[in-house]
């Protein structure tokens, strides 16, 4: 079915990253097509009008929008790699801490990597809170998902190799070792899963592209 | 599901508890109402529930807290799940289900017009305004979001409705002028008793609105 299937996304971005990662746990072929963000496709222009975004998952000519939407929509149309939980209340946490990273940590993040100078101190602060917060929640498991990786983890794929690319590339320094032992641990063997580590960007390039996209470096 | 104990913290006047009361009625689910000290002194038991945002509506199912408004109905969707689906059963439906309860979170929820002024009102409106012209487009002749049944999306929006005479007031315009489809929307809705006794009285939301502007010190 791969003609049937198809992903428009970004070599840099998490978002689209995560629909790769949850697509390679699935084993299902698709058609990848790489965007130009300063130049959008006509075909993302059609699939989108709204926010004119990646990721974008087309299955048998249907759009599907938003990466969480998108990796639900995985989860529930085949089979195999469960990424949900199945038990509904479990579902819900997993739920909870996916928004908690995309509405509150990834924005605290890109605030004190990127933001003013001005405002970095206060934060860095916020951003560490909000870290402590997914430390805490990891306890002693593995990975959020268990023993294998799931929902909370694909969706965190950001603090893996974004978020050292985000600290090399601004000089701002967040997931310590010392004050993230858990989650250092953790963005490890994440980035070290095989259906993970085939589908991350080049470390190098990232930051580079990160840098130039962001802005200059804190120091 | 005799033995279920079903609490519910929630807020008079709060757009995202009024989503949780529709559909616990929906699903006509027994449960205890307790009414939060939002401005003033939060309960020990909200604290303990949802540590990390401290807000409501948090679902309390046999002593185990649900978060975050779409979260909680999808949970109860998924537990009573014998009687009165809120999302489609096909997944690309439910996909389109999620997108929208998310767009409407995103683009309405924060409701900028009533609680800005100068340009930063005349900002919030002007998206406002953008963001009912795509949910108008997205209703277009349907009797409600989901189709020819009530739902999910409906659910996310509709509470929004009691709030619909404050954004007029404050954004000076006129929602059935301007969006006459989600005008009378709003009205079929509002026919189902579900409903009809969980929004809250426009006059008071007004009133609410004038005073929270205040609390705020806008005004």
Redesign the interface.
């Known amino acids: 079915m791969a003609e049937e299937l198809s992903l428009l996304g970004m070599w840099a971005s998490p978002f689209s990253c995560r629909v790769k990662i949850a697509l390679k746990l699935k084993v299902v072929q698709y058609k990848y097509v790489e965007e130009d963000l300063f130049n959008k496709s006509p075909l993302l222009l059609k699939y989108n009008p ?1 926010d004119k975004k990646v990721p974008v998952l087309v ?1 048998n000519g ?1 759009p ?3 990466s ?3 990796l ?2 995985i989860d ?2 085949w089979q195999g790699y469960p990424i949900f939980p199945k038990d ?2 479990e ?2 946490v997993a ?2 801490w996916a ?2 990273i995309d509405d509150k940590l990834l924005p605290a993040i890109r605030r004190a990597c990127w933001g003013e100078e001005k405002g970095r101190e206060k934060a860095v602060e916020e951003a560490t809170e909000l870290l402590q ?1 997914l430390e805490m929640e990891l306890k002693e498991k593995r990975f959020f998902g268990g023993e294998t990786i799931g929902l909370v983890d694909i969706v965190a794929d950001t603090l893996s190799l974004w978020l050292t690319s985000f600290e090399e590339g601004s000089g701002v320094e967040l997931m310590t070792r010392e004050k993230f032992p858990k989650l250092s641990k953790w963005s490890h063997e994440f980035a070290s899963t095989s259906a993970v580590k085939e589908n991350l960007p080049p470390k190098d390039e990232l930051t580079v592209f990160l840098k130039s996209l962001f802005g200059k470096p804190a120091k | 599901m005799a033995d279920d104990e079903v609490i519910l913290l929630d807020y008079w006047v709060s757009v995202f508890g009024m989503r949780v009361r529709i559909a616990l009625a929906e699903k006509e689910i027994k449960y205890e109402s307790r009414e939060e000290d939002l401005l003033g002194n939060k309960s020990d038991l909200l604290l303990k529930m949802n540590p ?1 945002y401290k807000k409501i509506p948090v679902l309390i ?1 046999n002593g ?1 807290p ?3 408004s779409l ?2 109905v ?2 109860i969707d ?2 009573w799940n014998d009687r009165s689906p809120l999302l489609p059963s096909d ?2 439906q ?2 389109q289900a ?2 929208w309860a ?2 409407v979170d995103k683009k309405v929820a924060p409701r900028g017009v009533l609680w800005g002024k100068g340009e930063e009102q005349e900002a919030a409106k002007n998206e406002l305004l953008e963001t009912f012209k ?1 949910l108008e487009g997205e209703l277009g002749d349907k009797p409600y979001f989901g189709g020819e049944t009530f739902g999910f999306v409906d659910i996310s929006l509709v509470t929004f409705s009691c709030w619909f005479h404050a954004f007029e007031m404050f954004g000076k315009f006129s929602m059935k002028a301007e969006f006459p489809k989600i005008t009378e929307w709003a009205k079929r809705c509002k026919q189902r008793e579900s409903v009809a006794k969980s929004l809250q009285d426009p006059q008071k939301v007004d009133e609410f609105v004038v005073e929270y502007r205040k609390w705020l010190g806008v005004e």
Request: aromatic share 18%; hydrophobic share 45%; charged share 30%.
């Open positions: 709204i299955h249907n599907l929008l938003e969480l939407v998108i639900e929509y529930e149309t509904p209340y579902r819900a739920r909870f928004k908690f917060l | 990390i199912h185990k649900v978060c975050e979260i909680i999808q949970y998924e537990i997944p690309y439910r996909a999620r997108f998310d767009f795509i």
